[in-house]
């Protein structure tokens, strides 16, 4: 698919913001800003899901996260509704920076209202784009984040965590998420909450 001139300068400044985490990852044996890290490995998900993914989801991908470091959870009471907050902040806070930047590099506005509407995944059961970037996020957390999470979090409530993860995702990134090279622990877990499910 043949993106717009804008698009490339728009992947280099989202890098660009992303590449300024503090937060350093080892992965693949190199050192990585997570964010940025994060954001190639969801634009990676993207891609596989729909190898002719639309410019304005490939944007989305690229900022979901955009330069989350810089509101941290611990800035918000550790209770169910400051989480709630939190996430909602984020929310915005990612829209926001995002469509500052593609407005710089001289998008429309219609797409730029594109691209938010998937960062706050508006009409996730309508909208085909918004559930390709909820499988991809899905994927992302169980491909490289389900063993630091079943290595903290409780079996019973890592289950209901994964519960509400298989039902927010397609078919087809369900089957994707089966076939992934996870551990025997993880596996049975995530035997457990199908199983449950049921």
Same mark, same amino acid.
């Given at each position: ?99 500052? +930047? @593609? ?7 219609? &797409?730029?209202?594109?691209?938010? /509407? !998937?960062?706050? =995944? ?9 559930? +390709? @970037? ?7 957390? &169980?491909?490289?984040?389900?063993? /630091? !999470?079943?290595? =903290? ?26 076939? !992934? ?18």
């Amino acid at each position: 698919m043949k993106y717009s001139s804008q698009f490339p300068e728009a992947i280099r400044r989202f890098d660009e913001e992303n590449g300024r985490d503090p937060h350093i990852v080892d992965a693949e044996g190199s050192a990585h800003p997570y964010e940025l890290l994060y954001a190639k490995r969801l634009t990676d998900w993207v891609l596989r899901l729909c190898s002719d993914a639309s410019e304005p989801l490939l944007l989305a991908a690229r900022c979901q996260h955009i330069c989350r470091w810089m509101i941290p959870r611990a800035s918000y009471e550790m209770t169910r509704g400051g989480y709630l907050r939190w996430r909602n902040d984020l929310k915005r806070f990612h829209a926001t920076k995002s469509a500052e +930047i @593609l407005r710089e590099v001289g998008y429309d506005e219609a &797409i730029i209202a594109r691209v938010v /509407d !998937l960062n706050l =995944k508006k009409q996730l059961d309508q909208d085909p784009d918004c559930q +390709i @970037l909820e499988d991809a996020l899905c994927l992302v957390t &169980i491909q490289y984040q389900l063993s /630091d !999470l079943f290595a =903290k979090t409780d079996p019973a409530k890592m289950i209901g965590i994964l519960q509400k993860t298989w039902k927010k995702m397609s078919n087809k990134a369900r089957d994707y998420a089966l076939a !992934l090279p996870l551990s025997d622990d993880e596996k049975r877990l995530i035997d457990r909450a199908l199983a449950t499910d049921r």
